[in-house]
């Protein structure tokens, strides 16, 4: 599986890349959204792993440019803050609805939902 | 001169100072200057004498009455008496302190004791009665008062007793008897002591060498002793109890209980507290949750990558279990508020009124109409600490949406459940006149962290409220309207009658719509 990881703390992105690897997924760390936009329309990754809250644009912008781009594209949000919840109604009201982690993710249980 | 005559002094004798007529004399003088108006009649009820007391007390000179019947001193509805009064003294009966009631010159009763002899002449035939007539109006007055205080007393909600200055209790009211257990005849006569726990005996020396200078004691709050050996917090107000001539005799106490009050205090503080532990957690627990996703990341990884080490192994294991119950503990933080303690029978209206109490200056501040409409037996089962939490949170929602005024309406009904009459139990309805609830935000509204009061708001509030009452099995409803006019909101919760804890796992999973932050951690 293709796999996009953003996150601004590049400690929980890489790693969390190396994990997926580890799976056997091709995994990617970007540290913007924008980054995430631009690789993902060039690697057409089977998902997106996004934090919420980054500096620049955010995790639920990031996840609406690249639904659009790539609507087969699975997308996992992640985040450890309460201002998520707010942007993620926001989002909701617009008719985005995305799949939400709270941070610390299990690793084992972040694989096995990779696997559904 | 006005004065005393009896019915033979107009035999004029001439003055020679024989002893018969001493004593004469002497007791006329005596009758003359009795404090108790001394009259006599004939056995026709024609008034034959009038001493000076008699006067001050009908307003009649002797001149004015001597000569008259008896009758014009007796109030109209009571004319009967005299017939009866004179056909006892015939039979040479004595009539001893009859209270009755008499005409005073100028129409006002007087309430009077009488006691009427009959007068017999020298041969022991009865010619006619003496009286003695006492006014008892003052007296009555006071009786009346002391029975007035003693009914204000006996009906006072405080517990009112008094002591003499030995600390032996003298008087015990009913609401004395309701508080201590003690039964008015058991306590008095007894030292106070009986009711003052062991370790407080000293404070009663204190007290009473108080009392003994004149002083006061307001509002002392102390501990003391039921009869069953259980201690009750109360607030003491004792005074000292003066004699006519102002010397402290013993104690007048007024016994509050606030053992209740002091529990409601207590539970407030707490719920503050938590409120605050809540608000701290939220912060905090943000600023962990990526450091912490981090190491748990590092720690899989470094697990994975080791090689035939199973000492490491067995550390990394350790390590990543430790790591599991940070994550677990920071989840559990944010759901802040769980009650440890065993269902307990609890009145809801009750709890409701405690709990309002705490708002009363907001209400007032705030301008804040209280309508209440309570049914009786509102009883339920249930964590007495996280109810009242929960109505809590929306009674200050309710305050919150009112900064300019309007009205709080509580309803508290006996009710089934909303999805079939299985369940009996008490629905509770919250409802204010308050801007209301956006519709844009009504489906927002129980998830953890959201909040629109962006200075005063956890976001915990409500969906700490739905976590509670869907742990005892109950269900909460929102109404509301926003806009111009009857804008407000009403929250509505059903709690069932008796506590079977629900899904231990309050922290709102909406499976359809993964907005919630809360799969993926470690369970």
């Known amino acids: ?116 | 001169m006005s004065s005393f005559s009896p019915t033979n002094a107009t035999d004029t004798v001439a003055a020679s100072s024989s002893e018969a007529e001493k004593a004469q004399r002497r007791l006329a003088a005596i009758i003359e200057s009795s404090e108790d108006a001394i009259a006599s009649k004939d056995l026709n009820g024609i008034i034959t004498s009038w001493n000076k007391s008699a006067e001050r007390l009908f307003g009649y000179t002797a001149e004015e009455i001597i000569g008259q019947p008896v009758t014009l001193i007796i109030p109209q509805e009571l004319q009967d008496d005299e017939p009866r009064i004179l056909g006892k003294i015939r039979a040479g009966e004595r009539i001893e302190h009859f209270q009755t009631v008499r005409l005073h010159k100028n129409g006002q009763l007087i309430d009077v004791s009488l006691t009427v002899s009959p007068i017999r002449d020298d041969k022991g035939k009865i010619v006619g009665a003496a009286k003695i007539v006492r006014d008892i109006t003052r007296q009555k007055k006071l009786e009346e008062a002391a029975l007035r205080l003693a009914a204000i007393v006996e009906s006072s909600d405080d517990a009112i007793a008094s002591k003499d200055l030995n600390g032996i209790i003298t008087s015990w009211n009913r609401s004395a008897e309701k508080l201590f257990g003690y039964k008015a005849d058991e306590i008095i006569g007894k030292p106070v002591t009986t009711i003052i726990p062991p370790e407080l005996h000293h404070d009663e020396n204190t007290i009473l060498s108080k009392i003994r200078r004149g002083e006061k004691i307001d509002h002392f709050e102390t501990l003391r002793l039921h009869k069953n050996g259980e201690r009750i917090e109360v607030s003491l107000t004792i005074s000292p109890i003066k004699d006519d001539n102002g010397n402290v005799i013993g104690a007048a106490k007024i016994i509050r209980n606030i053992t209740e009050t002091n529990k409601i205090e207590r539970a407030l503080r707490t719920t503050e507290k938590l409120a605050a532990a809540g608000r701290m957690a939220a912060t905090v627990a943000h600023e962990i949750n990526n450091p912490l996703e981090a190491v748990t990341n590092l720690v899989y990884l470094a697990k994975r990558d080791l090689s035939k080490n199973d000492k490491v192994a067995g550390y990394l294991e350790l390590a990543s279990r430790e790591l599991d119950r940070v994550a677990h503990i920071t989840r559990q933080t944010l759901g802040f508020y769980r009650d440890t303690s065993s269902p307990v029978l609890l009145n809801v209206t009750e709890t409701l009124d405690d709990l309002l109490l705490l708002y009363e200056k907001r209400f007032e501040s705030r301008n804040i109409k209280l309508i209440k409409q309570y049914d009786k037996d509102t009883e339920i089962t249930a964590l007495a600490g996280e109810i009242r939490q929960a109505f809590s949170n929306l009674v200050t929602n309710a305050i919150d949406a009112m900064p300019d005024g309007g009205t709080l309406v509580l309803r508290v009904a006996k009710s089934h459940e909303w999805s079939g009459a299985q369940h009996r139990g008490v629905r509770v309805t919250i409802l204010d006149t308050g801007s209301g609830i956006e519709a844009k935000h009504k489906k927002s509204i129980f998830q953890p962290f959201f909040t629109t009061k962006s200075d005063v708001g956890t976001g915990l509030g409500l969906w700490i409220t739905r976590g509670i009452i869907e742990k005892h099995r109950g269900a909460i409803r929102m109404k509301s309207r926003a806009g111009q006019h009857d804008h407000g909101t009403a929250f509505s919760i059903f709690l069932p009658t008796e506590y079977a804890a629900g899904n231990p796992d309050t922290s709102s999973t909406e499976g359809k719509h993964s907005t919630l932050i809360s799969a993926g951690g470690p369970a």
Request: glycine residues 6%; negative net charge; proline residues 5%.
């Open chain 1, 1 to 116: 599986m293709k796999i996009i990881v953003v996150d601004d703390e590049p400690i929980i992105a890489d790693t969390l890349v190396n994990i997926l690897e580890g799976e056997g997924h091709d995994a990617l760390a970007v540290s913007h959204g924008e980054s995430a936009i631009k690789w993902a329309k060039m690697v057409l990754p089977d998902a997106v792993i996004s934090d919420v809250i980054m500096p620049g644009m955010n995790g639920i912008e990031t996840a609406k440019a690249i639904m659009q781009a790539l609507p087969n594209c699975r997308i996992i949000l992640f985040s450890g803050q309460t201002a998520s919840v707010d942007m993620l109604a926001k989002a909701r009201a617009e008719g985005y609805s995305f799949e939400v982690l709270a941070k610390p993710i299990n690793p084992e249980k972040l694989l096995e939902k990779l696997k559904n």
